[in-house]
């Protein structure tokens, strides 16, 4: 029998962590079937082949009672616990329990008292109004059920990956070819390199001494599940993250044109090729063909297709026929920001709310991240997920911040303060006002009209202390949609007032997105690059932020946090207002 992939080991186990819970498992058991899910999900190489060489316990989360359940997943084609619980409920059931607002306990009181077994039984059952006769359930159960079923995803992988993914196991596949003697160049290309927020797959271009050699060695790395037959001029690979990967192998006098074919993006293609004909030339993959000469150029880099179009290079991030060709062509491009602009970080979380370090830990590791100065802002009061901060617990915070001395980079004494529903604030505005810095953010009460939730946004806006709002839009890449808020209204209220925007850098988040930050930009207003870490490798995440910046055509004089703090600090409008 074929091993089974990482996906369906994560499939399996998530499965089992489900038929747990309604079964009335233990919490613990059930979160510890999740993470091992999570953690084979996210492995790069192959977990049946760890199990059966008893190292699949390397991986955390993964003890030696789950690496059984693989090892016999893999070997007799299933999980005996798992098949000993499906026999007790029927599948459908694992379905309605996933719906939001039902959870284990309420399916399992539907399919017992009413013999609802699926979605399609539930909707009935919900149609008919028996639901709500039911002791706990009510007539607004009821609605939410009918809802949750319209909203309802259908399968249950996104289609396509989050970027930080893709490129972690893509960068890593990239310097092991890199690393192999017959490679010369090896480069991501495709929507990877313009650094959208998800990808559908990798698209990897290199040069080869002996490229069928290359082919063969791609094939047969571990990080690689299965491959098409390699040939020479490349092979197609799926990772065990479950990514397909298409690696083109080409001539070194090529690599340009390749290189900026597959970059695309598909519409700045087209643009560009529209572009080229009306100056009598020809781009595609293989050269740019001059009409007048029958001549076709072959380039070994992109800048040389960019020239003989009589255009400056333009950058990958802007590749999305979004008005690059045209200033490319009038010589009027950005200069866009980048991660080393980045001088501080104005958004982080430590353990005195949901993060994992210490203030001092995370002292050190945004200075060693490159950063000279770093706003410590736990979540204010009502977080309501269990680590707060109250009004006393703040001002003692305020004081330990600043007794902390750490070589190599200030820290600010911050908060990230919720907004309430009706728009005010978690903490009185005396106390507001012993902060360095007050990010705003909105993480409860979701679900409002967008008139509510714009009216919300912009009385916070409006509060003097509030320097920016954070991760403005809600949204979670693949997982969440946006909350319902007019954009328009909070741009409009941000650059009126002197209110910064975050780009939160979150690979989740990245929110603001490229399009809204572009328009934030335009209208005047002051963006701010943050990381929102959590822990002292949450730092990284600083490319995605940039990335996104970038996208939006944004310069470091866009981006607040590109300045010393004192310069940062003289541009809010707190000190605006103070110098009248
Ligand atoms: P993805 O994979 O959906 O995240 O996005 P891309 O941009 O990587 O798209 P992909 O992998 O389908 O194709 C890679 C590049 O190949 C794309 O960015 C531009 C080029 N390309 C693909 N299809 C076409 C096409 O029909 N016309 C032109 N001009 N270029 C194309
Ligand atoms: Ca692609
Ligand atoms: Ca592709
Ligand atoms: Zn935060």
């Known amino acids: ?133 039911l002791k706990g359930f009510g007539a607004k159960a009821e609605a939410t059920i009918l809802r949750s079923l319209e909203t309802r995803p259908t399968g249950n992988s996104p289609a396509r990956d989050v970027l930080d993914h893709a490129l972690e196991v893509g960068e890593r596949l990239v310097a092991q070819l890199r690393a192999h003697p017959a490679a010369e160049q090896v480069e991501i290309a495709g929507s990877a390199r313009r650094m959208t927020e998800t990808v559908k797959d990798l698209d990897l271009i290199a040069t080869a001494a002996d490229p069928l050699a290359l082919a063969h060695a791609a094939a047969g790395l571990d990080l690689v599940e299965a491959a098409q037959t390699p040939r020479s001029a490349g092979v197609r690979l799926r990772l065990h993250t479950g990514l397909a990967v298409d690696l083109r192998i080409v001539a070194p006098d090529q690599f340009g044109n390749l290189l900026q074919h597959l970059t695309g993006s598909k519409q700045h293609n087209m643009a560009l090729r529209e572009m080229a004909v009306r100056k009598g030339l020809h781009v595609s993959e293989y050269g740019v063909l001059e009409d007048s000469t029958g001549v076709t150029h072959r380039c070994a880099t992109e800048a040389e297709i960019y020239g003989l179009l009589g255009l400056e290079y333009i950058e990958p991030e802007l590749r999305e026929n979004r008005g690059e060709l045209e200033a490319a062509a009038a010589g009027e491009l950005p200069e866009l920001v980048a991660r080393g602009d980045l001088r501080g970080d104005l958004h982080c979380h430590t353990d005195a709310s949901d993060g994992t370090a210490s203030i001092a830990e995370m002292a050190r590791a945004a200075r060693d991240a490159g950063y000279e100065y770093l706003a410590i802002t736990d979540h204010s009061a009502t977080f309501g997920f269990g680590d707060q901060i109250a009004p006393d617990r703040l001002r003692e915070q305020i004081e330990a911040v600043h007794a902390t001395e750490i070589e190599g980079i200030q820290l ?144 470091a004089a866009h981006v607040a946090n590109t300045r010393p703090w004192s310069e940062l600090q003289a541009m809010r409008k707190r000190a605006r207002a103070a110098h009248g």
């Open 1 to 133: 029998m074929a091993e089974p992939t990482n996906r369906e080991i994560a499939a399996a186990l998530d499965e089992l962590g489900d038929l747990s819970e309604l079964d009335g498992a233990i919490v613990h058991r059930v979160v510890a079937y999740r993470n091992a899910a999570k953690a084979v999900r996210e492995a790069p190489t192959s977990v049946a082949a760890l199990a059966h060489q008893g190292r699949a316990t390397e991986l955390p989360g993964i003890g030696r009672t789950i690496q059984e359940k693989v090892v016999a997943l893999s070997d007799e084609g299933a999980i005996p616990a798992a098949v000993k619980l499906r026999a007790k409920f029927p599948p459908g059931l694992l379905e309605i329990m996933r719906l939001p607002g039902l959870g284990p306990k309420r399916a399992r009181r539907l399919f017992e008292e009413l013999g609802v077994d699926s979605p399609a039984a539930l909707r009935e059952a919900a149609e008919t109004h028996r639901i709500q006769q």
């Open 412 to 555: 600010l004494a911050g908060s990230e303060v919720n907004i309430l529903p009706d728009g005010s604030l978690d903490y009185d505005d005396e106390l507001l006002q012993e902060l360095d810095w007050v990010v705003a953010s909105v993480h409860s009460s979701f679900r409002m009209s967008a008139e509510a939730m714009t009216e919300r946004i912009v009385r916070a806006i409006e509060h003097p202390l509030v320097d920016a709002i954070g991760h403005p839009t809600g949204r979670k890449i693949e997982r969440r949609p946006p909350y319902e808020v007019e954009l328009e209204g909070v741009i409009e209220a941000a650059a009126r007032t002197g209110t910064m925007l975050e780009i939160n850098a979150n690979p989740d988040r990245r929110d603001l997105g490229e399009l809204h930050a572009r328009a934030a930009a335009a209208a005047g207003v002051m963006l701010v690059i943050d990381t929102d870490a959590h822990r002292v490798g949450g730092f990284g995440v600083a490319r995605y932020g940039v990335a996104t910046a970038r996208r939006a055509w944004l310069t």
